[in-house]
């Protein structure tokens, strides 16, 4: 600043602003003004030109009226001023040859006069003498000057200067500590760059990451997809009813069967499926075993097949050559070592066959096509974004599987990775580690590892223990998938006594799936962002939500709350025992997948040598008051699962073995209530030879059971279901589930196990010693796990019977003609068909004419007008119409025997719907039931349409005909109207329909006419009988033949029921016969129908068959042994149609037009005053 001010004057210094300006500063500046003014004119005096130094006295001068007042400070300034100006003329005035010294003396002489009279006391104060006696100017302005007046000013300058320092340091640091605060935002906006870097640089790879892995997912379904695709193609085309097969049916050839996981809504698993990779060498002694151990384990299924040779080439390509090492659970056929075809299949044909099953376990809203055309034009996609990976492990009653558990918006996935030996804790979940750095090492090799895999059945052979274990992976399905709509429940539970572990259950007959995590926050976290899923995907924002169909996450509070409202309907009868054992050990945690906590039901019966047994007796049945080790006192230890005669062998040594073998506290499992195939030896296992000789076989049956498996389980289930135990189950529910299963209590009861199969026993978690925690765990699975305590109070004891509920059991002679209504339809119309929807009948008549009315029942009466007649006051009724009696404008083919098995009453998304079929443009037809309008007519089948079956739950309709085949239909799931909806044309075209137009399968294997059907989503089958006496199994989700039973002499088969405990029965009209067989295909009983029949229909609960025809009466049937119950007399005429309402009434439509009513019209009954009477069954 000093070098502009020296080279620029005073007035550049200062801006050059006018005096305004200049008076605005001194007033801001106050003090320093001045100051700084004097400063800057003695710097221009001794530093300055001549010129410069002129100018900044000229401005100066100017300035001295605002710079010089009469305050104190001022006087002493004006002084120390003069002075000062005295003392640089002293030393520069000679500068510029004396120049500069007129310069100073001319301002410090305007000084002077400016101040002169402050400076008049020192004028007045000096004689005269004094001024004589100075001749010289400077000594007379000297004098002027008074000593004490510059030491004041003197000294308050040094102040100035030492406050002026001292505040330039106090600026300097307040400088520093900006530019540190500065430093310090600069790093952290610089920190803050480089955080958003990184986090889009993590977010770019993680979303690349999410990418690999969807369309992983994706390449490793599509594989899978093949594969199964390709199997299915193979096993159809060369079954025992395919069109290559060497054996037609009928054969002798022995097929293995294995259970099948489908459960029905009690849990229920009831069916066998064909066991296509059965090891024969199982069925052999051990001796042979050990000569035989490189033999193939199984005769490959297709090799006997007649394929054309060059077909066989192209389909086994199809099956091993394009999924590469992929590894299904189908890929059995490692023997076929011919050369691979070079009849490649073209890529769209591929993509096209892999579409087409793409979801084949699911029901699609559209044609798998289109959904894979719209993956592929950025529409929805199931791989769209990964939601959540964590490995877990996939626990199976055979195996345990590793793997990548991956959740995306529409579906489940499972990547199978490797498998677990021994428990599958905690030690398992370090392992995926040391199989990544091994997998990222052998990418290396992967070409040598394809280029090896091709030399598969050319005789080489690989490593050992390592090649045996890739051995069994390549045989295990290496990804799954389950849909998130599909989703019934969703439960947190335990694995090896940790709650750890999900369990998710499904709705479309999927077996639920168990999956183990490696901490309790992964398990609740999976379980509860599914369960959000799936609400989500059924329930969109906006959408109407049914609170029947929302679930929530099942964890322990939730479960005890099931439990409440579980035990309350068990005491209101509302549930059967078996349904209330099976819901306490879903929520306790119990699982079929899981072998160290299966479910648990108990020993019911006590005798187990007598030759019929006595439900009136007490000493029939067991305690169930204390637990199977406290039955007998006398018990000591001994006996080992390890031995031919320790084995489960016969029912009554296992029971006996339970109350005297201290080490065998075994209750029973479910099965012994529902499946009578497992006490049979199907597939001829070599079990072992008991000490006296005899081979073990089929398991030992009591002697009441009459040598029947079928019996047995009857008669068991039976007991399960009676009084005794119904007033006494509580008991044993308290031990198991309840308050006595811990504490004083358990000790009372003599209710005491092992301490490591109680929960909490042991922390797991918090354990650091892995070695000590997987010897615990080895422990915990060998010994098993006690179920987690549901209920911490007494239970409450059953309620009593309620007879007027379930007549048919009770009392079904109570059953009566209550009401009768004449031409129902038409004076000249029969009724041939009778359906029930809710409180609506419909009613068809032989003409085609359609009829719907009010069912009243004893809730409806006091709103309802009765139209019957006779003077008796029913205690359920037929209403008024509904929709009043119309023809259907369609027409029948000439050849059709129409009848009830054409028709089919459906309710879907709460509307009512009838289904016709045997029109003559070889279509079926969807007819509205509140207008009589036919709003769908779908033609797919090549000749006429002969008999259609709605599911339980009117999802899924079959469809059979005169071309042999059956199809699969599917009702739409939601509105095709959706707002959301992307296809406007789709809509547009699809608007007003109820089904979805395109088959999901089409099933085939029968020689003749569909004449019969019956399709169960519960039970995944679906059922076809045809008029060459054929009865054919196929599976309802993948539409896989399952087996085939026939018409003991032949007959053609009229008409089929099936109930949901499994059983089938077919009647003929040639040979008037019924034929009753299991689920399994075994035969059960036969009976005359003693005439024509027209109508068989089964009664709500599927115990009780209904049958009437020509003779008039109608027939109730016992469904475990086709004997008579009951016989009820009509009015005579020939009934044409019959219908079981939930109440247990029979509605009979006659040859005649008439409608009647068989209902209850005991007193007795209706107060609940009476115990069952057991009716005896009669054959014939």
């Not at 920190?191 to 369309?215: C, M, V």
Request: aromatic share 8%; proline share 3%; glycine share 6%.
């Amino acid at each position: 600043m000093a070098a502009v001010v020296v080279t620029g004057g005073i007035g550049t210094a200062l801006s050059a602003k006018t005096n305004k300006i200049t008076d605005k500063a001194m007033m801001l500046r106050g003090e320093r003004f001045p100051r700084i003014i004097f400063h800057l004119v003695i710097m221009y005096l001794c530093k300055a030109g001549l010129e410069n130094a002129s100018k900044c006295v000229q401005q100066f001068i100017t300035m001295l009226p605002n710079l010089i007042s009469e305050e104190d400070q001022c006087k002493n300034s004006l002084h120390f001023i003069i002075w000062s100006l005295l003392r640089v003329r002293s030393h520069y005035g000679e500068l510029d040859d004396g120049a500069r010294f007129h310069v100073i003396s001319h301002l410090i002489l305007e000084t002077v006069i400016y101040g002169k009279s402050m400076l008049a006391t020192s004028i007045l104060g000096k004689d005269d003498s004094a001024e004589a006696n100075s001749n010289k100017e400077s000594g007379f302005i000297l004098n002027l000057v008074q000593k004490d007046r510059v030491l004041a000013a003197a000294s308050d300058e040094v102040k100035y200067m030492k406050d002026a320092k001292a505040d330039r340091l106090r600026q300097l640091q307040d400088l520093n500590s900006k530019l540190d605060e500065r430093l310090i935002e600069d790093i952290e906006q610089l920190q803050s760059l480089e955080d958003d870097i990184q986090f889009a640089k993590t977010a770019a790879i993680s979303g690349d990451d999410n990418r690999k892995a969807a369309f992983k997912l994706a390449f490793d379904e599509d594989q899978q997809i093949v594969a199964d695709k390709w199997i299915h193609i193979f096993r159809a085309l060369s079954d025992e009813r395919g069109p290559w097969s060497a054996s037609p049916f009928p054969n002798n050839l022995v097929t293995y069967w294995k259970h099948d996981k489908t459960e029905d809504k009690w849990r229920r698993r009831m069916k066998l499926k064909r066991n296509y990779k059965f090891d024969e060498r199982i069925c052999q002694p051990l001796s042979t075993k050990s000569t035989n151990e490189n033999t193939a384990p199984s005769v490959d299924p297709f090799v006997s097949a007649k394929i054309p040779e060059k077909m066989k080439r192209f389909l086994l390509k199809g099956v091993r050559g394009i999924t590469g090492d992929v590894g299904s659970e189908s890929c059995e056929d490692n023997n076929d070592t011919s050369e691979p075809s070079q009849n490649k299949p073209s890529e769209n044909q591929v993509s096209s066959d892999a579409a087409n099953s793409a979801d084949s376990s699911d029901y699609p809203t559209s044609s798998v096509q289109n959904r894979k055309e719209q993956s592929s034009t950025g529409g929805d996609n199931d791989y769209a974004e990964v939601l959540s990976s964590v490995h877990c492990v996939l626990v199976t009653p055979k195996r345990k599987l590793a793997g990548q558990f991956t959740i995306t918006r529409n579906a489940l996935h499972f990547s199978f990775e490797f498998l677990v030996e021994g428990t599958g804790g905690s030690s398992v979940f370090n392992k995926f580690q040391d199989n990544k750095e091994s997998d990222a090492k052998s990418e290396l090799g992967s070409v040598e590892k394809l280029k090896g895999n091709s030399d598969v059945g050319r005789g080489n052979e690989a490593g050992s223990g390592d090649a045996l274990m890739k051995s069994q992976s390549s045989k295990i399905k290496h990804h799954r998938r389950w849909k998130i709509t599909r989703i019934r429940a969703v439960y947190w539970t335990r694995y090896l006594l940790q709650y750890t572990a999900t369990e998710i259950f499904f709705d479309d007959a999927n077996a639920p799936i168990f999956l183990n995590f490696s901490s309790q926050n992964d398990a609740k976290n999976v379980g509860s962002l599914l369960v959000s899923l799936r609400n989500d995907a059924l329930f969109p924002k906006g959408s109407t939500k049914d609170k029947n169909s929302v679930i929530s996450f099942v964890d322990r509070k939730v479960a005890l709350e099931m439990a409440e409202s579980a035990r309350e309907s068990w005491r209101k009868r509302e549930i059967s025992n078996f349904e209330y054992l099976m819901i306490l050990n879903t929520l306790s945690g119990r699982s079929y997948n899981d072998l160290t906590q299966y479910p648990i039901f108990p020993w019911i019966l006590a005798d187990y040598s007598s030759e019929k047994l006595d439900f009136n007796k007490s000493s029939t049945f067991r305690d169930l008051s204390k637990p199977v080790g406290a039955l007998d006192a006398k018990r000591f230890k001994g006996g080992k699962f390890d031995h031919a005669d320790r084995l489960f062998q016969s029912i009554e040594s296992t029971y006996r073995n339970c109350l005297s073998n201290t080490s065998d506290v075994k209750e029973l499992t479910p099965e012994f209530f529902y499946m009578p195939e497992f006490l049979e030896n199907l597939n001829s296992y070599h079990f072992g030879v008991k000490q006296d000789g005899e081979p073990l076989g089929h398991v030992g049956l009591p002697p009441w059971a009459k040598g029947s498996p079928e019996e047995f389980i009857h008669i068991n289930r039976e007991a399960l279901e009676s009084e005794y135990v119904s007033s006494n189950l509580h008991h044993w529910i308290d031990l198991i589930f309840g308050y006595k299963q811990r504490g004083k209590p358990a000790v009372e009861a003599a209710n005491i196990f092992y301490y490591l199969t109680y929960e909490g026993a042991v922390d797991l978690e918090n354990m650091d010693d892995m070695l000590q925690k997987s010897a615990i765990e080895d422990q915990i699975a060998n010994f098993g796990q006690t179920p987690i305590q549901i209920f911490r109070k007494k239970h409450p004891r059953r309620g009593p019977p309620i007879p007027i509920a379930h007549p048919l059991y009770f009392a079904p002679q109570s059953i009566t003609v209550t009401s009768v209504v004449p031409s129902a339809i038409s004076s000249s119309s029969s009724v041939l068909f009778i359906g029930l929807l809710d409180s609506n009948i419909v009613l068809m008549g032989e003409e085609l004419i359609l009829s719907v009315k009010l069912w009243l029942t004893t809730q409806l009466q006091s709103g309802g007008n009765f139209t019957f007649s006779g003077s008796l006051e029913p205690f359920f009724g037929i209403g008024s119409d509904v929709i009043s009696p119309r023809k259907v404008a369609t027409s029948l083919a000439e050849n059709v025997e129409f009848g009830r098995q054409c028709l089919a009453a459906v309710q879907i998304h709460g509307d009512n719907y009838l289904i016709l079929c045997g029109n003559w443009e070889n279509s079926f037809q969807i007819i509205s039931l509140s207008d009589g309008r036919i709003v769908q007519s779908i033609r797919q089948h090549k000749d006429v349409v002969s008999c259609v079956a709605v599911s339980s739950d009117g999802s899924v309709i079959a469809t059979g005909s005169y071309d042999t085949t059956i199809m699969i239909w599917h009702a739409f799931r939601g509105r095709s109207n959706d707002k959301r909806s992307k296809n406007a044309s789709n809509d547009l075209s699809t608007k007003d329909h109820v089904i979805i137009e395109n088959p999901s399968h089409i099933l085939c294997g029968h020689d003749d006419i569909i004449t019969c059907l019956f399709v169960s989503k519960e039970l995944d089958i679906v059922i076809s009988g045809s008029k060459d006496g054929t009865c054919i199994f196929h599976t309802l989700r993948e539409g896989t033949y399952v087996r085939s039973i026939r018409h003991p002499s032949g007959a053609g088969l009229s008409k089929l029921v099936a109930s949901q405990h499994g059983r089938i029965v077919f009647y003929s009209d040639s040979d008037l016969s019924l034929h009753m067989y299991s689920i399994n295909g075994k035969h059960i009983a036969s009976s005359e129908s003693n005439g024509r029949l027209n109508c068989m229909e089964l009664s709500c609960c599927g115990e009780f068959m209904v049958c009437a025809g020509d003779h008039g009466q109608i027939v109730l049937r016992s469904m475990d042994s086709l004997g008579v119950v009951w016989r009820y007399d009509g009015s005579g005429k020939t009934i044409t149609s019959l219908a079981v309402t939930p109440e247990e009434c029979f509605l009979a439509g006659t040859k005649d037009g008439s409608l009647i009513v068989f209902s209850i019209e005991n007193p007795l009954l209706r107060k609940g005053g009476i115990q069952r009477n057991k009716v005896k069954s009669s054959v014939g």
